[in-house]
């Protein structure tokens, strides 16, 4: 009978086994914005806790002398196609008049003819030369045209995707460099659960293994599943890192809330019999 009653025991401590983790919730998407160019802040769109959408402005730099060289660069463009332009329009008038020419070299002494086809002849190689040259002038200014026309795109710095405004380093007329962290974006649409497991309990964790999960502040419950398990321990607690993925249901997760997370343990157990 004792026996009986301990299996009992153990068979219904079986069914209430599970593994409960702390953690926190996170954002699978967060952006660090960088400034690409040097320039002072001539603009800020957006403040801490402000929604933005993809390709939305952030911040602008002062741009007055950039667009005096962009101005330079398309106006040197302009020039180099008129160029061009003039010149193939007189290439055009020296090849109607070599046409003109041959329909009169029955009626010309030869030596004549002979003479000015030679002279025509030259002054279309000569224009044909400038043209060539005309075209190399308009790739050059095309080029610089286009390397301001990208500086330009840099001095407006966008959103890479939608989310949320979490952190603000900038001010309006201060200097920015290069790779300097300006702004913080947070994804609020892709969320996972990041907790810690101790490396005695590492052997009840895997991957894609179904769990539930709790927010307290919210009374908020769903299924999810481990997405990850981090290959690094904490060498002084030995502790291990899991990602949780679930389904976001409800506007009011944001990342940084306390949540737990529930590990059926049953099955496990019960193959250690």
Do not use: C, W
């Amino acid at each position: 009978m004792r026996f009986l009653l301990a299996l009992f025991l153990f068979i219904g401590s079986l069914q209430a086994a599970e593994l409960i983790l702390t953690g926190t919730v996170i954002s699978n998407n967060k952006k660090m914005i960088s400034a690409r160019y040097m320039g002072y802040i001539k603009k800020i769109n957006f403040e801490v806790g402000d929604s933005v959408k993809r390709e939305d402005t952030l911040f602008e730099l002062e741009s007055a002398e950039f667009d005096i060289l962009e101005s330079q660069a398309n106006l040197a463009l302009e020039q180099a196609n008129l160029m061009l332009d003039v010149y193939k329009t007189r290439l055009n008038v020296f090849k109607k008049r070599k046409r003109r020419l041959k329909k009169k070299s029955k009626i010309m002494p030869v030596m004549d003819f002979r003479a000015n086809m030679e002279d025509m002849n030259e002054n279309i190689d000569d224009v044909s030369g400038s043209i060539e040259a005309a075209k190399v002038l308009v790739k050059s200014a095309s080029e610089k045209s286009k390397q301001f026309a990208t500086i330009a795109g840099y001095l407006k710095v966008k959103a890479p995707n939608d989310g949320i405004v979490v952190e603000r380093r900038i001010q309006v007329g201060d200097m920015v460099a290069p790779g300097m962290l300006t702004m913080i974006i947070v994804d609020m649409k892709h969320l996972e659960i990041e907790a810690e497991v101790a490396e005695s309990d590492l052997k009840y964790v895997r991957r894609h293994k179904v769990v539930e999960i709790k927010i307290p502040s919210l009374n908020y419950k769903a299924s999810g599943y481990i997405k990850a398990i981090v290959p690094s321990a904490n060498p002084m607690a030995h502790t291990f890192k899991i990602r949780i993925h679930f389904e976001k249901t409800n506007d009011m997760i944001f990342p940084g809330m306390y949540a737990k997370v529930y590990i059926d343990l049953t099955n496990e157990l019960k193959n250690r019999i």
